[in-house]
């Protein structure tokens, strides 16, 4: 069977190329002017209308913070204290009463009349006379808490007036190595301790402290004798001394000058003894009682005269240097220096 031959298929011819269709553009495009209702001022035709994302604003991100440095949290009863509002009322909670730390220059700042503390042996600085070195050298972790604190150790002696009374304070710090009692320590209250004497002053030294620095080894144990020494010369003069006891005052501190006031006052709350709560537990093995080594519970066992909280504690220290004034005369050196 003859095949009669196929013409051949049409050959296709190549495919045209689709035209190119304008880019997608989502930028709006400009609206014609209106020919009816020439624009007074016609639109650039090099600037479109477009939609300009505003660059993002640098720096802090968006999230709801509650900015540092404006709020604290009280550790007793949990409530957000506005700084401002707790630095007013001396670092004391409004609503449970407890008493945050404190430094030494806002507790003179609190107690005393303004432009009258006239500070003593303000540059007096420890040595590293052992050349102790633990983790880190004694004379850097001097030098760090020097920097710190803006204090040259961990006390701030001087005379002052405090209402119409003059009188020598001594303010220990704990922010500057646990307030911890070295040489220099030691040697300010000592020298202030003497200067009371010599000028006939009452004397008050607000403690708080862990104990002697033992980067000093036997020098800061030695201070323990030579502060007992001088206030015994005080008392001997018969110049009163008031020891103020705020947290946590402790061990080597606790066992000399803050011990020997003629009247003992401590902050509510503060924690007082010699060892340490849990090593009395341990040597002991005795269950201690509720409240054990606090200013309450000291209180309650005559080991100190008052509990006075920080707020009012300035007026009765000139209700009691009123008292123990009263009755001598200007030549005691005790109303004027
Ligand atoms: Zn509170």
Redesign the pocket.
Known sequence: MNVSPQPNPPVPSPPTPLPLLPPVSFAKKPVPPDPSEPAVTPPPKDNPTTFVKKPKMAGKPRKREIPEGLWTK??????M?FDKELDENLKV??????HFPIGSRERIHSLVETCTFEEMDAQMTSVDALGFTGVATYTSKLEAYQRSTGLKDAVVTGICRIGEHRAALGVMDFGFLGGSMGSVVGEKLTRLIERATEKGLPLIIISTSGGARMYEGMFSLMQMAKTSAALAYHAKARLPYFSILTHPTTAGVMASYATLGDLILAEPGAMIGFAGPRVIKDTTQAELPPGFQTAEFLLERGLIDAIVPRNELKERLITYLGYVTAGRNCSSGLAKS
Do not use: A, D, I, R
């Not at 909670?93 to 407890?98: A, G």
């Open positions: 009280c550790p007793k009863c949990s409530t204290l909670c409004s609503q449970c009463q407890y």
